[in-house]
Nanobody, 122 residues
Framework: QVRLVESGGGLVQAGGSLRLSCAAS????????VGWFRQAPGKEREFVTA????????YYADSVKGRFTVSRDNAKNTAYLQMNSLKPEDTAVYYC???????????????WGQGTQVTVSS
């Protein structure tokens, strides 16, 4: 069992940065891949990025490549999403999720956080 809690969302101007955190509890977190997804109003939840349990591999959606960076610290049971050069179209609720592997499909993730709102003003 893994419990996930996101934090770090907020309101930022276009071009700004935010760092989201995903704090986990549960002994299996360090053996789990972590994915970040986002969902804007009226849209489906979409893949943003994922990182394997040893941080050996990372994956990004084309829309965030070069702007977002995923990382994790298993000693702290925490994953991070550094978001730079934010755009208004990045506005969404951001969720972290855990799974056995670094999937890009939300359906493959077993555990989810409650989400944190990110709003980027133009």
């Amino acid at each position: 069992q893994v419990r996930l809690v996101e934090s770090g969302g907020g309101l930022v101007q276009a071009g700004g940065s935010l760092r989201l955190s995903c704090a986990a509890s549960g002994r299996t977190f360090s053996n789990s891949a972590v994915g970040w997804f986002r969902q804007a109003p009226g849209k489906e939840r979409e893949f943003v990025t994922a990182i394997t349990w040893r941080s050996s591999s990372t994956y990004y959606a084309d829309s965030v490549k070069g702007r977002f960076t995923v990382s994790r610290d298993n000693a702290k049971n925490t994953a991070y999403l550094q978001m730079n050069s934010l755009k208004p179209e990045d506005t969404a609720v951001y969720y972290c999720a855990a799974a056995a592997f670094a999937y890009d499909s939300a359906a493959q993730y077993d555990y989810w956080g409650q989400g944190t709102q990110v709003t980027v003003s133009s």
